[in-house]
Protein backbone atom coordinates (compact mmCIF):
# COMPACT_ATOMS: atom_id res chain seq x y z
CA UNK A 1 0.00 0.00 0.00
CA UNK A 2 1.23 3.58 -1.44
CA UNK A 3 -0.02 6.84 0.88
CA UNK A 4 -1.33 9.35 -2.28
CA UNK A 5 -2.91 12.54 -3.14
CA UNK A 6 -5.48 12.25 -5.85
CA UNK A 7 -6.93 15.06 -7.93
CA UNK A 8 -9.65 15.34 -10.06
CA UNK A 9 -13.39 16.50 -10.68
CA UNK A 10 -16.19 14.48 -9.47
CA UNK A 11 -19.66 13.80 -10.87
CA UNK A 12 -20.73 17.77 -9.93
CA UNK A 13 -17.48 18.74 -11.58
CA UNK A 14 -16.17 19.88 -8.76
CA UNK A 15 -12.04 19.65 -7.99
CA UNK A 16 -11.42 17.62 -5.36
CA UNK A 17 -7.80 16.89 -3.53
CA UNK A 18 -7.77 13.95 -1.07
CA UNK A 19 -5.40 11.54 0.42
CA UNK A 20 -5.67 7.62 -0.14
CA UNK A 21 -3.82 4.51 -0.12
CA UNK A 22 -2.96 3.29 -3.15
CA UNK A 23 -3.16 -0.67 -3.49
CA UNK A 24 -0.75 -2.47 -5.72
CA UNK A 25 -1.19 -6.08 -5.92
CA UNK A 26 1.17 -8.95 -7.54
CA UNK A 27 -1.20 -9.04 -11.21
CA UNK A 28 -0.28 -5.24 -11.19
CA UNK A 29 -3.74 -3.86 -10.58
CA UNK A 30 -3.97 -0.62 -8.76
CA UNK A 31 -7.18 0.02 -6.70
CA UNK A 32 -7.80 3.34 -4.77
CA UNK A 33 -10.91 4.44 -2.53
CA UNK A 34 -11.62 8.30 -2.48
CA UNK A 35 -14.79 10.14 -0.31
CA UNK A 36 -15.27 11.75 -3.92
CA UNK A 37 -17.77 10.20 -6.45
CA UNK A 38 -15.41 10.38 -9.54
CA UNK A 39 -17.49 9.60 -13.40
CA UNK A 40 -16.50 6.14 -14.75
CA UNK A 41 -13.52 6.51 -17.03
CA UNK A 42 -12.45 9.83 -15.78
CA UNK A 43 -9.33 10.96 -15.67
CA UNK A 44 -7.83 10.83 -11.90
CA UNK A 45 -4.38 12.40 -11.09
CA UNK A 46 -1.89 10.64 -8.38
CA UNK A 47 0.76 12.02 -6.63
CA UNK A 48 3.05 9.56 -4.45
CA UNK A 49 3.11 11.01 -0.63
CA UNK A 50 6.63 10.39 0.23
CA UNK A 51 7.94 12.32 3.54
CA UNK A 52 11.66 11.83 2.89
CA UNK A 53 12.09 12.68 -0.61
CA UNK A 54 13.97 15.61 -1.55
CA UNK A 55 11.98 16.77 -4.41
CA UNK A 56 7.96 16.74 -4.87
CA UNK A 57 6.77 13.87 -6.72
CA UNK A 58 5.01 14.57 -10.33
CA UNK A 59 0.74 13.95 -10.61
CA UNK A 60 0.28 10.86 -13.07
CA UNK A 61 -2.79 10.15 -14.84
CA UNK A 62 -5.12 7.18 -14.39
CA UNK A 63 -8.34 6.29 -16.09
CA UNK A 64 -11.07 5.43 -13.43
CA UNK A 65 -12.97 1.87 -13.11
CA UNK A 66 -15.69 2.15 -10.37
CA UNK A 67 -15.90 -0.92 -8.89
CA UNK A 68 -18.16 -0.43 -5.64
CA UNK A 69 -18.93 1.35 -2.88
CA UNK A 70 -17.07 0.30 0.68
CA UNK A 71 -19.26 -1.26 3.53
CA UNK A 72 -17.95 2.48 4.75
CA UNK A 73 -19.67 4.33 1.72
CA UNK A 74 -16.44 5.22 -0.02
CA UNK A 75 -15.67 4.58 -3.96
CA UNK A 76 -13.63 1.90 -5.16
CA UNK A 77 -12.01 2.44 -8.23
CA UNK A 78 -9.51 0.29 -10.26
CA UNK A 79 -7.42 2.17 -11.59
CA UNK A 80 -6.20 1.56 -15.58
CA UNK A 81 -2.68 3.77 -17.25
CA UNK A 82 -3.51 6.73 -19.59
CA UNK A 83 -2.06 6.91 -23.00
CA UNK A 84 -1.73 10.21 -24.41
CA UNK A 85 -3.15 10.69 -27.83
CA UNK A 86 -0.51 11.27 -30.81
CA UNK A 87 2.36 10.97 -28.84
CA UNK A 88 5.79 10.34 -30.16
CA UNK A 89 6.80 7.88 -27.54
CA UNK A 90 5.15 4.84 -25.34
CA UNK A 91 2.45 5.62 -22.54
CA UNK A 92 3.72 6.55 -19.61
CA UNK A 93 3.22 3.81 -17.93
CA UNK B 1 -5.41 55.43 -46.89
CA UNK B 2 -4.34 55.10 -50.30
CA UNK B 3 -1.82 52.45 -51.66
CA UNK B 4 0.78 55.19 -52.11
CA UNK B 5 0.74 56.57 -48.37
CA UNK B 6 -0.06 52.58 -47.64
CA UNK B 7 3.41 52.02 -49.19
CA UNK B 8 4.96 54.50 -47.57
CA UNK B 9 4.14 53.39 -43.91
CA UNK B 10 5.11 49.52 -44.82
CA UNK B 11 8.54 50.65 -45.72
CA UNK B 12 9.20 52.86 -42.80
CA UNK B 13 8.11 49.76 -40.21
CA UNK B 14 9.27 46.74 -42.23
CA UNK B 15 11.32 44.65 -40.23
CA UNK B 16 13.22 41.63 -41.82
CA UNK B 17 11.36 38.08 -41.35
CA UNK B 18 11.78 34.43 -42.41
CA UNK B 19 10.15 34.04 -45.65
CA UNK B 20 9.76 30.39 -45.64
CA UNK B 21 7.64 30.55 -42.38
CA UNK B 22 4.53 29.54 -44.06
CA UNK B 23 3.89 27.28 -46.91
CA UNK B 24 0.65 27.89 -48.60
CA UNK B 25 -2.10 25.20 -49.24
CA UNK B 26 -3.28 26.55 -52.59
CA UNK B 27 -7.06 25.02 -53.35
CA UNK B 28 -9.03 25.92 -56.45
CA UNK B 29 -10.44 23.23 -58.39
CA UNK B 30 -9.43 25.58 -61.57
CA UNK B 31 -5.88 23.19 -62.69
CA UNK B 32 -5.37 26.28 -64.59
CA UNK B 33 -5.51 28.71 -61.99
CA UNK B 34 -3.96 26.40 -59.80
CA UNK B 35 -1.14 26.16 -61.76
CA UNK B 36 -1.02 30.23 -62.28
CA UNK B 37 -0.99 30.55 -58.70
CA UNK B 38 1.36 28.25 -57.73
CA UNK B 39 3.90 29.89 -60.27
CA UNK B 40 3.15 33.50 -59.04
CA UNK B 41 3.26 32.25 -55.35
CA UNK B 42 6.87 30.76 -56.09
CA UNK B 43 7.83 33.97 -57.80
CA UNK B 44 7.16 35.34 -54.42
CA UNK B 45 9.29 33.34 -52.69
CA UNK B 46 7.32 30.82 -50.91
CA UNK B 47 6.58 27.08 -51.49
CA UNK B 48 3.35 26.03 -51.85
CA UNK B 49 0.99 22.63 -51.70
CA UNK B 50 -1.37 22.17 -53.80
CA UNK B 51 -5.25 21.16 -53.49
CA UNK B 52 -7.40 20.28 -55.52
CA UNK B 53 -10.45 19.29 -53.56
CA UNK B 54 -11.59 20.01 -50.12
CA UNK B 55 -10.74 17.03 -48.22
CA UNK B 56 -7.19 16.90 -49.70
CA UNK B 57 -6.87 20.39 -48.30
CA UNK B 58 -8.07 19.84 -44.54
CA UNK B 59 -5.45 16.67 -45.07
CA UNK B 60 -3.06 18.64 -45.76
CA UNK B 61 -3.99 21.30 -42.56
CA UNK B 62 -4.56 18.17 -40.35
CA UNK B 63 -0.88 16.77 -41.38
CA UNK B 64 0.87 20.01 -40.35
CA UNK B 65 1.81 20.49 -43.75
CA UNK B 66 0.92 23.86 -43.89
CA UNK B 67 -1.16 26.51 -42.06
CA UNK B 68 -2.10 29.21 -44.82
CA UNK B 69 -4.72 28.12 -46.71
CA UNK B 70 -5.38 30.13 -50.31
CA UNK B 71 -8.97 28.86 -51.24
CA UNK B 72 -11.39 29.92 -54.13
CA UNK B 73 -14.18 29.92 -51.94
CA UNK B 74 -17.52 31.65 -52.65
CA UNK B 75 -21.02 31.76 -51.38
CA UNK B 76 -22.34 31.15 -54.60
CA UNK B 77 -19.35 28.70 -56.03
CA UNK B 78 -18.31 24.95 -55.78
CA UNK B 79 -16.76 25.86 -52.18
CA UNK B 80 -18.82 27.86 -50.18
CA UNK B 81 -18.17 29.58 -46.97
CA UNK B 82 -19.79 26.62 -45.44
CA UNK B 83 -15.64 25.09 -46.12
CA UNK B 84 -14.21 28.20 -44.17
CA UNK B 85 -16.19 27.22 -41.37
CA UNK B 86 -14.94 23.51 -41.65
CA UNK B 87 -11.87 24.70 -41.85
CA UNK B 88 -11.49 26.80 -38.85
CA UNK B 89 -13.23 24.01 -37.05
CA UNK B 90 -10.47 21.81 -38.01
CA UNK B 91 -7.60 24.52 -36.50
CA UNK B 92 -8.88 27.50 -35.39
CA UNK B 93 -5.43 28.40 -35.44
CA UNK B 94 -5.21 28.18 -39.13
CA UNK B 95 -5.48 31.64 -41.73
CA UNK B 96 -7.24 31.69 -44.48
CA UNK B 97 -7.28 33.69 -47.66
CA UNK B 98 -10.64 33.96 -49.77
CA UNK B 99 -9.47 34.50 -53.40
CA UNK B 100 -12.79 34.61 -55.80
CA UNK B 101 -14.01 36.10 -58.74
CA UNK B 102 -17.22 37.15 -57.35
CA UNK B 103 -15.64 39.93 -55.03
CA UNK B 104 -18.02 42.31 -53.75
CA UNK B 105 -17.77 44.14 -50.44
CA UNK B 106 -20.59 42.64 -48.50
CA UNK B 107 -18.83 38.76 -49.29
CA UNK B 108 -15.73 39.78 -48.28
CA UNK B 109 -17.38 41.28 -45.17
CA UNK B 110 -18.69 38.10 -44.58
CA UNK B 111 -15.87 36.25 -44.99
CA UNK B 112 -13.75 38.01 -42.85
CA UNK B 113 -16.51 37.84 -40.37
CA UNK B 114 -16.38 34.32 -40.64
CA UNK B 115 -12.61 34.27 -39.53
CA UNK B 116 -10.86 34.43 -43.23
CA UNK B 117 -7.30 36.67 -42.74
CA UNK B 118 -8.21 38.51 -46.56
CA UNK B 119 -10.18 38.26 -49.33
CA UNK B 120 -8.59 38.50 -52.55
CA UNK B 121 -10.54 39.47 -56.16
CA UNK B 122 -9.41 37.44 -59.30
CA UNK B 123 -7.54 37.71 -61.09
CA UNK B 124 -4.65 38.27 -58.25
CA UNK B 125 -2.99 41.17 -57.79
CA UNK B 126 0.51 40.43 -57.34
CA UNK B 127 1.16 43.02 -54.76
CA UNK B 128 -1.42 42.32 -52.89
CA UNK B 129 -1.02 38.76 -52.76
CA UNK B 130 2.40 39.74 -51.30
CA UNK B 131 1.41 41.84 -48.74
CA UNK B 132 -1.58 39.34 -47.63
CA UNK B 133 1.62 36.39 -47.44
CA UNK B 134 4.38 38.68 -45.78
CA UNK B 135 2.18 40.03 -42.91
CA UNK B 136 1.02 36.18 -41.99
CA UNK B 137 4.57 35.35 -42.43
CA UNK B 138 5.54 38.18 -40.42
CA UNK B 139 2.69 37.37 -37.88
CA UNK B 140 4.36 33.32 -37.64
CA UNK B 141 7.78 34.56 -36.78
CA UNK B 142 6.79 37.08 -34.63
CA UNK B 143 4.85 34.23 -32.88
CA UNK B 144 8.11 32.28 -32.82
CA UNK B 145 10.29 35.31 -31.04
CA UNK B 146 7.80 35.36 -28.27
CA UNK B 147 7.77 31.64 -27.89
CA UNK B 148 11.25 32.05 -27.64
CA UNK B 149 11.14 35.17 -25.42
CA UNK B 150 8.73 33.21 -23.19
CA UNK B 151 10.85 30.66 -23.14
CA UNK B 152 13.85 32.16 -21.80
CA UNK B 153 11.01 34.45 -19.18
CA UNK B 154 10.27 30.60 -17.93
CA UNK B 155 13.82 30.37 -16.60
CA UNK B 156 14.03 34.19 -15.42
CA UNK B 157 10.57 33.89 -13.76
CA UNK B 158 11.05 30.26 -11.79
CA UNK B 159 12.10 30.43 -8.32
CA UNK B 160 12.99 26.75 -7.44
CA UNK B 161 10.13 24.99 -9.43
CA UNK B 162 7.51 27.99 -8.60
CA UNK B 163 6.73 29.99 -11.84
CA UNK B 164 5.34 34.09 -11.33
CA UNK B 165 5.26 37.20 -12.79
CA UNK B 166 2.70 38.87 -10.82
CA UNK B 167 3.74 41.50 -8.23
CA UNK B 168 1.42 39.27 -5.44
CA UNK B 169 3.91 36.01 -6.50
CA UNK B 170 7.19 38.54 -7.23
CA UNK B 171 6.74 39.41 -3.33
CA UNK B 172 5.85 36.20 -2.40
CA UNK B 173 9.48 35.06 -3.83
CA UNK B 174 11.56 37.92 -2.54
CA UNK B 175 10.32 37.66 1.11
CA UNK B 176 11.11 33.70 0.99
CA UNK B 177 14.63 34.59 -0.28
CA UNK B 178 14.58 36.90 2.89
CA UNK B 179 13.14 34.59 5.93
CA UNK B 180 15.03 31.69 4.39
CA UNK B 181 18.61 32.73 5.24
CA UNK B 182 17.21 32.77 9.09
CA UNK B 183 17.23 29.83 11.25
CA UNK B 184 13.41 30.70 12.40
CA UNK B 185 10.13 28.73 12.20
CA UNK B 186 7.76 29.76 9.12
CA UNK B 187 3.96 29.26 8.58
CA UNK B 188 2.84 29.08 4.88
CA UNK B 189 -0.52 30.09 4.50
CA UNK B 190 -2.56 29.77 1.09
CA UNK B 191 -5.16 27.96 0.00
CA UNK B 192 -5.12 23.89 -1.43
CA UNK B 193 -3.15 24.04 -4.65
CA UNK B 194 -0.92 27.33 -4.23
CA UNK B 195 2.19 25.64 -3.95
CA UNK B 196 2.91 25.50 -0.03
CA UNK B 197 4.75 22.31 -0.41
CA UNK B 198 7.11 24.36 -3.18
CA UNK B 199 7.32 26.90 -1.28
CA UNK B 200 8.37 25.08 1.63
CA UNK B 201 10.85 23.40 -0.10
CA UNK B 202 12.33 26.40 -1.41
CA UNK B 203 12.75 28.03 1.83
CA UNK B 204 14.58 25.01 3.07
CA UNK B 205 16.70 24.99 -0.08
CA UNK B 206 17.83 28.69 0.21
CA UNK B 207 18.97 28.33 4.06
CA UNK B 208 21.20 27.48 5.43
CA UNK B 209 20.68 24.23 6.03
CA UNK B 210 19.67 23.64 2.37
CA UNK B 211 22.37 20.65 1.91
CA UNK B 212 21.03 19.14 5.30
CA UNK B 213 17.44 17.04 4.89
CA UNK B 214 13.54 17.84 4.67
CA UNK B 215 11.23 15.78 5.53
CA UNK B 216 7.86 16.21 4.82
CA UNK B 217 4.75 15.26 7.34
CA UNK B 218 1.45 15.69 5.83
CA UNK B 219 -0.72 15.72 9.02
CA UNK B 220 -4.21 15.28 7.64
CA UNK B 221 -3.57 12.61 6.27
CA UNK B 222 -2.94 10.11 9.52
CA UNK B 223 -4.79 9.26 12.81
CA UNK B 224 -2.92 10.54 16.02
CA UNK B 225 -0.98 7.66 16.71
CA UNK B 226 0.16 6.86 13.15
CA UNK B 227 1.56 10.40 12.88
CA UNK B 228 2.93 10.89 16.23
CA UNK B 229 4.65 7.74 15.09
CA UNK B 230 5.94 9.02 11.96
CA UNK B 231 6.89 12.60 13.55
CA UNK B 232 8.56 11.06 16.89
CA UNK B 233 9.30 7.22 16.20
CA UNK B 234 8.37 4.35 18.20
CA UNK B 235 9.99 1.71 19.99
CA UNK B 236 9.01 -2.50 19.19
CA UNK B 237 5.55 -2.77 21.10
CA UNK B 238 5.08 0.34 21.70
CA UNK B 239 1.50 -0.44 19.33
CA UNK B 240 -0.38 -2.98 18.07
CA UNK B 241 1.89 -3.04 14.62
CA UNK B 242 4.78 -1.43 16.34
CA UNK B 243 6.92 -4.51 14.98
CA UNK B 244 10.12 -2.73 15.18
CA UNK B 245 11.99 0.03 16.75
CA UNK B 246 12.16 3.28 14.39
CA UNK B 247 13.15 6.70 14.63
CA UNK B 248 10.96 9.36 13.26
CA UNK B 249 10.70 12.53 11.08
CA UNK B 250 12.33 14.87 13.81
CA UNK B 251 15.16 12.74 14.12
CA UNK B 252 15.86 11.68 10.31
CA UNK B 253 15.37 15.46 10.01
CA UNK B 254 17.69 16.60 12.53
CA UNK B 255 20.00 19.83 11.72
CA UNK B 256 17.70 20.09 8.75
CA UNK B 257 14.12 20.97 8.48
CA UNK B 258 10.79 19.20 8.98
CA UNK B 259 7.73 20.37 6.89
CA UNK B 260 4.45 20.11 8.73
CA UNK B 261 1.62 20.18 5.63
CA UNK B 262 -2.01 20.94 6.84
CA UNK B 263 -0.95 21.80 10.35
CA UNK B 264 -4.67 22.98 10.90
CA UNK B 265 -5.55 19.55 11.12
CA UNK B 266 -3.66 18.59 13.88
CA UNK B 267 -5.91 17.52 17.10
CA UNK B 268 -5.30 19.46 20.44
CA UNK B 269 -3.51 16.55 21.61
CA UNK B 270 -0.59 16.64 19.20
CA UNK B 271 -0.30 20.33 18.71
CA UNK B 272 0.88 19.86 22.60
CA UNK B 273 3.42 17.43 21.34
CA UNK B 274 4.29 19.52 18.82
CA UNK B 275 4.71 22.61 21.07
CA UNK B 276 6.71 20.61 23.61
CA UNK B 277 9.58 20.07 20.31
CA UNK B 278 9.69 23.58 19.54
CA UNK B 279 10.28 25.13 23.35
CA UNK B 280 12.12 22.45 24.38
CA UNK B 281 14.28 21.32 21.67
CA UNK B 282 13.70 17.17 22.43
CA UNK B 283 11.35 14.71 21.31
CA UNK B 284 10.23 11.22 22.76
CA UNK B 285 9.95 8.25 20.35
CA UNK B 286 6.35 6.69 21.52
CA UNK B 287 6.41 3.70 24.16
CA UNK B 288 10.06 4.87 25.15
CA UNK B 289 11.19 7.23 28.27
CA UNK B 290 14.06 8.45 26.66
CA UNK B 291 14.06 12.36 25.72
CA UNK B 292 16.23 12.83 22.75
CA UNK B 293 17.76 16.32 21.77
CA UNK B 294 17.27 18.00 18.43
CA UNK B 295 17.44 20.75 16.44
CA UNK B 296 14.96 21.33 13.49
CA UNK B 297 13.91 24.45 11.79
CA UNK B 298 10.14 23.69 11.75
CA UNK B 299 8.12 24.92 8.70
CA UNK B 300 4.11 24.60 8.67
CA UNK B 301 1.84 25.29 6.02
CA UNK B 302 -2.31 25.45 6.60
CA UNK B 303 -5.02 26.26 4.04
CA UNK B 304 -6.99 27.53 7.58
CA UNK B 305 -7.15 30.83 9.17
CA UNK B 306 -5.32 29.82 12.36
CA UNK B 307 -6.14 32.70 14.32
CA UNK B 308 -9.70 31.93 13.42
CA UNK B 309 -8.84 28.52 14.83
CA UNK B 310 -7.39 30.05 17.67
CA UNK B 311 -10.64 32.05 18.85
CA UNK B 312 -13.11 28.97 18.02
CA UNK B 313 -10.37 26.83 20.21
CA UNK B 314 -9.46 24.46 17.64
CA UNK B 315 -5.73 25.99 18.06
CA UNK B 316 -3.72 26.57 20.15
CA UNK B 317 -2.89 29.81 20.81
CA UNK B 318 0.69 29.61 22.22
CA UNK B 319 1.41 27.10 19.09
CA UNK B 320 0.14 29.60 16.89
CA UNK B 321 2.21 32.51 18.03
CA UNK B 322 5.63 29.72 18.27
CA UNK B 323 4.78 28.88 14.44
CA UNK B 324 3.67 32.13 13.07
CA UNK B 325 6.15 34.84 13.58
CA UNK B 326 7.15 34.62 10.13
CA UNK B 327 4.00 33.84 7.72
CA UNK B 328 4.17 33.82 3.84
CA UNK B 329 0.89 34.22 2.36
CA UNK B 330 0.40 32.56 -0.94
CA UNK B 331 -2.40 34.18 -3.02
CA UNK B 332 -5.12 32.02 -4.70
CA UNK B 333 -4.35 32.05 -8.57
CA UNK B 334 -7.76 34.17 -8.95
CA UNK B 335 -6.11 36.81 -7.13
CA UNK B 336 -2.99 36.56 -9.92
CA UNK B 337 -4.81 36.00 -13.16
CA UNK B 338 -1.40 37.43 -15.63
CA UNK B 339 0.21 34.28 -13.85
CA UNK B 340 -1.93 31.78 -15.57
CA UNK B 341 -0.40 32.29 -19.06
CA UNK B 342 2.89 31.61 -17.88
CA UNK B 343 2.04 28.86 -15.78
CA UNK B 344 0.42 27.12 -18.68
CA UNK B 345 3.41 27.63 -20.69
CA UNK B 346 5.36 25.90 -18.13
CA UNK B 347 2.91 22.78 -17.87
CA UNK B 348 2.39 22.54 -21.68
CA UNK B 349 6.43 22.36 -21.08
CA UNK B 350 6.53 19.42 -18.35
CA UNK B 351 3.86 17.39 -19.91
CA UNK B 352 4.77 17.92 -23.77
CA UNK B 353 8.24 16.22 -22.22
CA UNK B 354 5.99 13.51 -20.28
CA UNK B 355 3.82 12.86 -22.53
CA UNK B 356 6.33 12.88 -25.98
CA UNK B 357 4.24 15.53 -27.80
CA UNK B 358 5.27 18.72 -29.05
CA UNK B 359 1.83 20.81 -28.90
CA UNK B 360 3.14 24.35 -29.02
CA UNK B 361 0.34 26.30 -27.42
CA UNK B 362 -4.01 27.14 -26.94
CA UNK B 363 -5.97 28.45 -29.42
CA UNK B 364 -7.17 31.60 -28.20
CA UNK B 365 -10.80 31.28 -27.60
CA UNK B 366 -8.94 28.24 -24.85
CA UNK B 367 -7.02 30.52 -23.72
CA UNK B 368 -9.52 33.08 -23.39
CA UNK B 369 -11.87 30.43 -21.37
CA UNK B 370 -8.65 29.54 -19.19
CA UNK B 371 -8.45 33.15 -17.86
CA UNK B 372 -12.24 33.55 -17.17
CA UNK B 373 -12.28 30.14 -15.29
CA UNK B 374 -12.26 31.24 -11.43
CA UNK B 375 -9.45 28.21 -10.55
CA UNK B 376 -10.73 26.65 -6.65
CA UNK B 377 -8.28 24.23 -7.04
CA UNK B 378 -5.77 26.71 -7.81
CA UNK B 379 -2.38 25.98 -9.44
CA UNK B 380 -3.03 22.35 -9.19
CA UNK B 381 -6.50 22.32 -11.11
CA UNK B 382 -4.83 24.38 -13.95
CA UNK B 383 -1.94 21.94 -13.88
CA UNK B 384 -4.48 19.20 -14.32
CA UNK B 385 -6.58 20.88 -16.81
CA UNK B 386 -2.88 21.16 -18.88
CA UNK B 387 -1.85 17.76 -18.38
CA UNK B 388 -5.27 16.61 -19.42
CA UNK B 389 -5.50 18.71 -22.70
CA UNK B 390 -1.86 17.17 -23.53
CA UNK B 391 -3.62 13.64 -23.49
CA UNK B 392 -6.33 14.13 -24.80
CA UNK B 393 -5.12 16.59 -28.00
CA UNK B 394 -4.83 15.05 -31.45
CA UNK B 395 -3.89 18.68 -32.83
CA UNK B 396 -1.27 20.96 -33.44
CA UNK B 397 -2.48 22.91 -30.54
CA UNK B 398 -4.57 22.41 -27.39
CA UNK B 399 -8.53 24.06 -28.13
CA UNK B 400 -11.71 24.09 -25.96
CA UNK B 401 -12.92 20.29 -26.77
CA UNK B 402 -9.63 19.19 -25.35
CA UNK B 403 -10.79 21.41 -21.92
CA UNK B 404 -12.85 19.82 -19.14
CA UNK B 405 -16.47 19.99 -20.32
CA UNK B 406 -17.77 22.24 -17.43
CA UNK B 407 -15.03 24.16 -18.28
CA UNK B 408 -16.71 24.49 -21.94
CA UNK B 409 -19.96 24.84 -20.68
CA UNK B 410 -18.95 27.56 -19.19
CA UNK B 411 -18.21 29.54 -21.88
CA UNK B 412 -21.85 30.01 -23.21
CA UNK B 413 -22.34 31.84 -20.21
CA UNK B 414 -22.31 35.75 -21.08
CA UNK B 415 -21.88 36.69 -17.04
CA UNK B 416 -18.95 36.66 -15.96
CA UNK B 417 -19.32 35.38 -12.31
CA UNK B 418 -21.00 32.43 -14.09
CA UNK B 419 -24.03 33.16 -11.91
CA UNK B 420 -27.41 32.74 -13.11
CA UNK B 421 -29.79 35.65 -12.12
CA UNK B 422 -32.48 34.70 -9.78
CA UNK B 423 -34.95 36.92 -8.05
CA UNK B 424 -34.22 35.71 -4.49
CA UNK B 425 -35.26 37.75 -1.35
CA UNK B 426 -33.33 40.13 0.33
CA UNK B 427 -32.81 37.97 3.29
CA UNK B 428 -31.07 35.05 0.75
CA UNK B 429 -28.92 37.84 -0.94
CA UNK B 430 -27.63 39.31 2.07
CA UNK B 431 -27.17 35.57 2.84
CA UNK B 432 -25.38 34.25 -0.12
CA UNK B 433 -23.25 37.30 -0.08
CA UNK B 434 -22.04 37.27 3.75
CA UNK B 435 -21.02 33.38 2.58
CA UNK B 436 -19.41 34.60 -0.03
CA UNK B 437 -17.36 37.24 1.76
CA UNK B 438 -16.59 34.48 4.35
CA UNK B 439 -15.16 32.54 2.02
CA UNK B 440 -13.10 35.19 0.04
CA UNK B 441 -11.42 36.02 3.67
CA UNK B 442 -10.69 32.47 4.85
CA UNK B 443 -12.94 32.54 7.42
CA UNK B 444 -11.74 35.53 9.42
CA UNK B 445 -14.56 37.32 10.54
CA UNK B 446 -12.76 40.87 11.69
CA UNK B 447 -11.49 40.80 7.29
CA UNK B 448 -14.94 40.19 6.29
CA UNK B 449 -16.65 42.76 8.50
CA UNK B 450 -14.29 44.90 7.34
CA UNK B 451 -15.00 44.45 3.38
CA UNK B 452 -18.56 44.17 3.80
CA UNK B 453 -18.77 47.87 5.58
CA UNK B 454 -19.97 46.75 8.61
CA UNK B 455 -18.98 46.70 12.42
CA UNK B 456 -17.92 43.11 13.86
CA UNK B 457 -20.48 42.93 16.30
CA UNK B 458 -23.18 43.12 13.43
CA UNK B 459 -21.22 40.25 11.44
CA UNK B 460 -21.31 38.30 14.66
CA UNK B 461 -25.01 38.90 15.55
CA UNK B 462 -25.85 37.79 12.43
CA UNK B 463 -24.03 34.89 11.86
CA UNK B 464 -25.37 34.07 15.43
CA UNK B 465 -28.85 34.54 14.30
CA UNK B 466 -28.33 32.19 11.08
CA UNK B 467 -26.45 29.08 13.08
CA UNK B 468 -23.26 28.61 14.53
CA UNK B 469 -20.84 30.88 13.91
CA UNK B 470 -17.76 28.89 14.35
CA UNK B 471 -18.86 26.20 12.06
CA UNK B 472 -20.60 28.97 9.39
CA UNK B 473 -16.90 30.78 9.76
CA UNK B 474 -15.27 27.11 9.00
CA UNK B 475 -17.46 26.24 6.25
CA UNK B 476 -16.68 29.12 4.55
CA UNK B 477 -12.73 29.34 4.49
CA UNK B 478 -12.44 25.69 3.55
CA UNK B 479 -12.18 25.88 -0.34
CA UNK B 480 -14.04 23.31 -2.69
CA UNK B 481 -10.78 21.13 -3.14
Not at chain 2, 300 to 308: G, H, I, M, P, Y
Not at chain 2, 311 to 327: H, K, M, V
Request: aromatic residues 6%; hydrophobic residues 40%.
Amino acid sequence: MYRVEVSGWDKSQTFFVEKSELVWNEESEKHVTLNSAVPDGSVVFLRMIRPLSADQSQSVPYETEFLTVTPDGLNQFRLHPVSPRGAERGSMN
Amino acid sequence: MSDGVAATVTKSVEVPFAKGTVTPCILDDDPEQLDALTALIDDLGYKSVRASDPDEALQCLRHGRSRLLLADLSDTGLYGYDFLDRVLRTDPGVHVIVITRDYTLESALEAIRRGASDFLPKPVDRARLKRALDDISMLYDQRRRVRALEEQLLKDLEFHGIVGKSPAMLEVFDFARKVARHYTNVLVVGQTGTGKELVARAVHQISPVGTQRLAVCNCSALVDTLLESQLFGHVRGSFTGATDTRPGLFEYANGGTVFLDEVGETSLAMQAKLLRVIQNREIQRVGSPEVKQITVRLIAATNRDLRAEVLAGRFREDLFYRLSSIQIRIPPLRERPEDIPLLVQFFLKKYNEAYGKKIPGLSRRAQSLLLQHPWPGNVRELENVISSACITAAGDFIDLADLPEHMQHRQGHATGSGDDWQPLSLEEVRKIHIQRVLAMCHGNRLRAAHVLGIGRTSLYRYLTREGNPAHLGRRAGVAAA
